[in-house]
């Protein structure tokens, strides 16, 4: 469904949600973006791929107990294409990366 009146530049998103990590460990993070982006788990700031820029990937590592924890992604788009993915590794993703779905009731 397109949005008529959703800017194309200028605007900022923020999602919030949980990740389940069922087998303790050091995990990865990713986020690609175009423009900005940070990734947070439990309050920590794992990604910085802040900054005016097209589809770059950075990545940042953080150790996790087996359980829910909280995850925040930031994006901003200024000019140009814009784009935001994120993806994670770890003990439990049999060593693929494995992207970060969002859902809702």
């Known amino acids: 469904m397109q ?4 800017p194309h530049d ?4 923020e999602w919030h949600g949980k990740i389940a990590i069922y087998e303790g460990g050091e ?5 690609t973006s ?7 788990i439990d309050g920590d700031l794992v990604v910085d791929n802040w900054g005016l820029h097209g589809m ?9 107990n087996k359980g829910y924890h909280d ?13 935001c993915i994120a ?15 969002g859902w809702h009731e």
Do not use: M
């Not at 990545?59 to 996790?64: F, I, P």
């Not at 993806?87 to 993703?93: A, I, K, L, R």
């Open 34 to 40: 175009d423009d900005g982006s940070k990734l947070s």
């Open 87 to 101: 993806n994670y590794d770890g003990p439990d993703t049999a060593g693929n990366k494995k992207l970060l779905h």
């Open 56 to 64: 770059k990937e950075k990545s940042g590592s953080h150790k996790l």
């Open 71 to 83: 995850i925040k992604v930031e994006f901003y788009q200024n000019g140009g294409g814009a784009g």
């Open 3 to 6: 949005h008529r009146n959703f």
């Open 10 to 13: 200028n605007f900022a998103a």
């Open 27 to 31: 995990y990865t993070f990713y986020t």
